[in-house]
């Protein structure tokens, strides 16, 4: 195993150091918690947001915390949810008195996990509502999910939701805006290779050197299908027919588009795939209205990649394009 690293037991903890160093303008660490939160939070008067999970797939989560996007990113071990303390002092830390709102992604431990830790806070007189983002559309259920699992997809929510409570949104709105998106957003990613996790010190499964999966989740869960590796045009082919089997989209429909890397895939190959999902798009007569393309969801140094699609209205573009400003993601 070759990795930048000290301790295999401390690499959380330590990448958050190094986070909170290189932007302080942005974010602070909690004393004692895994946990990284706006450096002015609470803000009096506006929801909070909070999302997390396993480190492992940065930036997500932590790299969002700013204005106009999330109060509280919650960072468990490598691919582990956090714990329910640690989300509990992510809520309690961010709580300006509007309420907070939970984003999750669909793996069993984080749903568990964030609403015992919502139980706890609402036990405290703080109003906390959830919504829960399953936008993978390659298996219905894994290793770690019951139903679809939550990738790429999520940090559209957390833009979109932020950019309502950031516009003084109350904390019904914000929700119902979050499950919008949730409604509307579809992702299917691959694999070519699999990662390391630091404690584990072993690839997370095997594959051979020509070889990909298809349908891989961002823990190295299986996909539907393990096959020869394609040229990149047929695989963003078989992609994006199940991302739009499943979100259909009429002639004229805007869409955002984010074709996500997972860690060890350069942007020229990230481009390329881009290339595609936009001509199909357009022989289909939909609209791309915004596109992202880069790493926004990773697992770890795995070579692959996601697409995610987002299926627009007046509401979704005004809130998309509202100024965000984090580490991370910049919409200014």
């Known amino acids: 195993m070759k990795k930048l690293i000290n ?49 492992g797939h940065e930036p997500s989560h932590a790299g969002y915390v700013g204005k106009g996007m999330l109060d509280a990113g919650v960072a468990g071990s490598v691919f582990t949810s956090p714990t329910p303390d640690q989300i509990f002092e992510a809520i309690k830390a961010v709580d300006g008195g509007a309420g907070v709102l939970l ?39 894994s290793t770690y999910t019951v139903g679809r699992r939550g ?15 950031q516009a003084g949104g109350t904390l019904e709105e914000v929700k119902a805006v979050a499950e919008k998106v949730i409604k509307n957003v579809r992702s299917m990613g691959m694999a070519l290779t699999p990662c390391i996790v630091p404690a584990a010190g072993k690839p997370t499964f095997e ?48 869409v955002a588009v984010m074709v996500n890397g997972l860690g060890g895939t350069p942007l020229m190959e990230l481009f390329i795939l881009n290339r595609r999902v936009n001509q199909i798009l357009e022989e289909k007569g939909i609209k791309v209205y915004r596109t992202y393309v880069g790493e926004f969801m990773t697992s770890l140094e795995m070579a692959g990649a996601s697409i995610t699609l987002l299926k627009l209205d007046d509401e979704l573009k005004s809130l998309l394009d509202a100024p965000a400003d984090t580490p991370a993601f910049k919409q200014l």
């Open 207 to 254: 594959i051979g050197e020509d070889e990909m999966e298809i349908g891989m989740g961002i823990h190295g869960e299986p996909g539907t299908m393990r096959t020869k590796i394609k040229k990149a045009d047929e695989i963003v082919n078989h992609l994006m027919e199940k991302i739009l089997a499943d979100l259909p989209l009429e002639d004229g429909a805007e």
């Open 151 to 165: 990738i790429a997809g999520t940090v559209f929510v957390h833009k979109i939701a932020g950019a309502k409570a």
């Open 103 to 141: 984003i999750i992604k669909n793996y069993t431990g984080d749903v568990m996990n964030f609403e015992m830790a919502a139980d706890m806070a609402r036990a405290e007189g703080i109003d906390v509502e959830s919504v829960i983002v399953n936008d993978d559309v390659a298996v219905e259920n």
């Open 7 to 55: 301790n295999p037991e401390l690499v959380v903890e330590e990448m958050l150091e190094g986070m909170v160093r290189a932007f302080p303008q942005y974010v602070r660490k909690l004393e004692g918690y895994n946990v990284i939160v706006r450096v002015d939070a609470p803000v009096k008067g506006k929801v909070a947001l909070v999302s997390g999970g396993g480190s």
